[in-house]
């Protein structure tokens, strides 16, 4: 498929070790993606510092982490200057709206004739623009004083998502992103409504936008370092095994892909500039934020399908791991049989989804997703201890493996990652 560069082997690292710093450009939370790129370069006894995206008050003022908080985040070299991103809780010039204010009240029968004042929202996103490049600029400041000089350095900007603070988009988005039948919501009915437009507008502030303020902002970093290189967690789609070979594959609805596009652009952008800025598409797992779209985490499950493929047709320890969780361990291949029927899918129809990406939903796709979660859900022991969590840790340990390495020498702008270099990287480590 034309544009599509999946990373096949994981390279050796050529760059980073001792006296080089990763710098975390947003803030670490459990089970994301960033812990696999961070425990590879603390075994490359590298330094690691830290962010935060600050949090709010009572007032919805934004603030520093408190003395407590930074204490259970148990982060050395944590710079506690609030990062976060978006302009749903900014105020407008005459100090009277937000975004956030605008979307209160509204009843969940007439969200879909809301008129927004765009005006204010235009005044409001400046606003937030300015309060977060003066916020960089000063985190920016404070790592400068802890990295040595002539080192390598390694930005990683970890900041995505950007939904707006309102309690109106929750009952909206749970019928976009889990409703069939008499709950489907139409994803595009949503995203070309007003309410789904602030969502559009304020996805690429906080998940493109703010990859380029740290392009733009670490100029001086990259004049006296001797290695200055930049990733970037996209997604658009993995490769994943169906039948006997791999494949790329997605679901819908996926509303920020627009925004991961504009993110993979800005780093084509900086690369023809001489920048080496880099995008990694990187398989679903399932997180605290990915939990919301039923049926993500169905595409994981034939991970073990690559595991044992690329293992020589022996299974590995993720295998034995997930049995365990399971209310029989033969129900492991059920569900393995179960998930390539999910998967494989005519040619044609990955040929279109690819060049269509992303796309909205439709009522039958969803209730296929939906029925297939909760049928491999029921297979488990417990459901809120699934298969999908070390299978989750997998893709993250890999994945950061092969940032790290691709990233010490970088050699294309946007890569994806897929099942097929997850399990040969995870089986070497």
């Not at 089970?31 to 075994?43: R, S």
């Not at 998930?339 to 989804?353: F, G, I, P």
Request: a negative charge; glycine letters at 6%; proline letters at 4%.
């Amino acid at each position: 498929m034309e544009g599509f560069y999946p990373l096949k082997e994981c390279p050796e690292n050529k760059t980073f070790g001792e006296n080089d710093t990763l710098v975390i450009f947003g803030e670490v939370f459990d089970k994301g993606y960033v812990n696999g790129l961070i425990e590879e370069a603390l075994k490359n006894n590298m330094q690691v510092i830290y962010g935060t995206v600050g949090r709010r008050d009572e007032e919805n003022k934004l603030r520093p982490l408190t003395d407590e908080e930074v204490k259970l985040k148990k982060q050395t070299n944590l710079i506690n200057i609030p990062l976060e991103a978006g302009f749903d809780l900014d105020f407008d010039n005459a100090n009277e709206l937000t975004p956030f204010s605008q979307l209160q009240g509204i009843k969940r029968d007439g969200w879909l004739d809301v008129k927004l004042n765009w005006d204010s929202i235009a005044e409001s996103k400046k606003n937030g623009q300015e309060r977060f490049l003066k916020n960089t600029k000063a985190f920016l400041s404070e790592v400068k004083k802890l990295i040595k000089p002539n080192s390598n350095v390694l930005f990683a900007h970890t900041m995505a998502g950007g939904i707006p603070r309102a309690k109106i988009l929750m009952p909206i988005l749970n019928r976009v992103f889990k409703g069939h039948g008499k709950r489907f919501q139409s994803s595009k009915e949503f995203w070309d409504s007003e309410i789904g437009r602030l969502c559009a507008e304020s996805f690429e502030e906080v998940t493109a936008r703010t990859f380029q303020v740290l392009i733009d902002e670490t100029k001086d970093f990259r004049e006296s370092h001797s290695h200055v290189s930049y990733t970037a967690f996209g997604y658009h789609g993995c490769a994943a095994l169906a039948g006997d070979e791999y494949k790329w594959q997605s679901y819908a609805p996926y509303l920020q892909g627009w925004a991961k596009i504009e993110l993979e652009n800005i780093a084509k952008k900086s690369w023809e500039n001489g920048i080496k800025a880099q995008v990694f598409n990187s398989p679903e797992i399932l997180t605290n934020s990915s939990s919301v779209f039923m049926g993500v985490e169905v595409c994981l499950y034939p991970l073990l399908d690559a595991l044992k493929k690329e293992n020589n047709g022996d299974e590995s320890d993720v295998h034995k791991a997930c049995r365990e969780l399971l209310k029989e361990p033969q129900h492991l291949e059920t569900i393995l049989d179960y998930t390539q029927k999910y998967m494989v899918t005519d040619e044609e129809q990955s040929l279109s989804a690819w060049k269509n990406w992303p796309e909205h939903n439709k009522d039958d796709q969803m209730k296929e997703m939906r029925e297939a979660s909760d049928y491999l859900i029921s297979m488990h022991k417990d459901p809120k201890n699934l298969m999908v969590f070390p299978l989750s840790e997998v893709v993250f340990k890999a994945t950061g493996k092969a940032m790290f390495c691709e990233s010490s020498s970088p050699t294309k702008p946007v890569w994806w990652v897929g099942h097929d270099l997850v399990a040969k990287t995870y089986l070497n480590m």
